[in-house]
């Protein structure tokens, strides 16, 4: 059969939902991602290298804030945002991780928390990727649990104090500037913004993880650190704010695991039908099929909901049960693709030539942060019943 006219890849025309705009946008994604960042990801995974300088080869395209008005800013749609991560994830997790930390978990509070100076002064320089941010909520006792973060921020005559220390960072080993989260004297989250020029600020590098190698995690420790009035994000509000930040990373998410699927479906597809075993195609045989058949249902529907998802968020509606449903389920449903696909490719699918392995690997991290995939289960649950199972 000639399957060339048939529309496989795209079963339910996702691609004539999106607007002139988002096309284009996804266009130059795809075609950055594989021009510059596909042919290093090898490289960059075994050396668990990250060039920092990449950070303004993504600003300069508009992948940094991209849902931002204004301060240089690219002020696109959620959706474009979404095909942003998609792009970036296809080819590793780690690249994704990068943009998405940049875009939702600092500038994003920057632009909703901050006070008119702090936009001014933080954002622009995001945006182009002269400075990179990092976002420290996680401690070592408080991880599914961040309520239970020691760090602290007390009242020091006209100034104030921070004390502390964060554990599995993204990009804190190579950021310029911090938000972390901290508890002031009434026990209520306050959002920072600490500088790497700062007295008391150290950074070390997590070595020994085995998984999204080439982006770089680490441990943060504040000793007496002096924060003046202006480095506070005043407009925090609780921890609905700080929830905030991670819903609009949870939900870049959901769209990016399903990046690295598509690439590892494309990828599997490829090799069987190109290999031959038992004297015909693998691709002939019925269980090599129904695997294909499995990949491209949840990857079709996964993508359609992040698709439904996005144009709610761009309608402002309330979606937290459909960001915990989704990062959970599109994590889910890419690991057990990877490890599908990895099987699929028999002893080759163990080498890095076919990236199946290293996406598997990834996405390992990407189920556990951002709310591991059991948390997100008691999220929907509490939503559910309004029994809080924590
Ligand atoms: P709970 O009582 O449920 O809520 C406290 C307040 O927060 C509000 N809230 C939300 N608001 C907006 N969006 C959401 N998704 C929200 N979830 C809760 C809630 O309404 C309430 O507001 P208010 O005004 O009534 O006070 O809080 P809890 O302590 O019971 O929460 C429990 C739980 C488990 C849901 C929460 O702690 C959680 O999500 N834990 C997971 C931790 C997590 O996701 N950490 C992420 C760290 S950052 C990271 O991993 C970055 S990796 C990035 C990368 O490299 O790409
Ligand atoms: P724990 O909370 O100890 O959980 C361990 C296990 O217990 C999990 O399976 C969990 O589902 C389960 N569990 C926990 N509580 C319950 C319960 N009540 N009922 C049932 N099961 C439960 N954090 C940041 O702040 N900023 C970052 O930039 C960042 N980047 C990261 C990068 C990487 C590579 C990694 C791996 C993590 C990163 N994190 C970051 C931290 C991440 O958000 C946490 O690892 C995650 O929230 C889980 O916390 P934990 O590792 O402490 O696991």
Not at 20 to 41: D, G
Not at 225 to 237: A, C, S, V, Y
Not at 246 to 270: C, D, P, T
């Amino acid at each position: 059969m000639n399957n060339q006219s048939i529309n496989w890849k795209d079963p339910l025309y996702l691609h004539s939902f999106l607007t002139e705009e988002e096309r284009k946008i996804s266009a130059t994604a795809k075609e950055f991602c594989e021009k510059h960042l596909f042919n290093r990801v090898k490289s960059d995974n075994n050396n668990k290298n990250f060039d920092k300088n990449l950070f303004k080869e993504f600003g300069r395209l508009g992948f940094l804030g991209p849902t931002i008005e204004g301060y240089g800013c690219a002020n696109v749609s959620n959706i474009s945002y979404g095909l942003i991560a998609k792009e970036f994830e296809a080819v590793d997790s780690g690249y994704r991780s990068a943009i998405s930390v940049q875009s939702s978990l600092v500038m994003h509070p920057i632009y909703n928390f901050g006070s008119e100076e702090q936009k001014k002064r933080y954002i622009p320089k995001l945006s182009k990727g002269d400075l990179i941010g990092c976002f420290g909520l996680t401690e070592s006792e408080a991880g599914s649990d961040p309520s239970s973060i020691k760090t602290k921020l007390i009242k020091d005559g006209k100034n104030y104090r921070l004390n502390g220390s964060k554990n599995w960072i993204t990009n804190a080993p190579i950021a310029d500037i911090f938000i972390i989260w901290a508890k002031d004297e009434d026990n209520s989250i306050v959002g920072i913004i600490v500088e790497k020029e700062d007295k008391g600020i150290s950074t070390s590098l997590i070595d020994n993880k085995l998984s999204l190698l080439l982006s770089p995690t680490g441990q943060i420790y504040m000793q007496d650190i002096i924060i003046p009035e202006n480095r506070i994000l005043q407009l925090t509000k609780g921890w609905k704010s700080v929830f905030s930040c991670l819903n609009k990373a949870r939900y870049g998410i959901a769209w990016g695991v399903m990046g690295a699927a598509e690439f590892i479906w494309h990828q599997s597809k490829e090799y069987v039908e190109n290999r031959i075993m038992f004297k015909k195609q693998l691709a002939g045989n019925q269980l090599i099929q129904k695997k294909l058949a499995d990949m491209q249902t949840e990857i079709t529907i996964g993508l359609n909901a992040c698709y439904q998802l996005g144009k709610l968020i761009d309608l402002n509606k309330e979606v937290n049960i459909g960001i915990s449903m989704l990062k959970r389920n599109n994590c889910k449903k890419a690991i057990e693709i990877a490890r599908e696909a990895r099987d699929m490719l028999g002893a080759n699918g163990l080498t890095e030539d076919y990236h199946i392995m290293r996406h598997l690997i990834n996405l390992e991290t990407v189920k556990t942060y951002e709310g591991t995939e059991d948390i997100h289960a008691l999220i929907l649950g509490k939503y559910q019943t309004g029994i809080s199972a924590f």
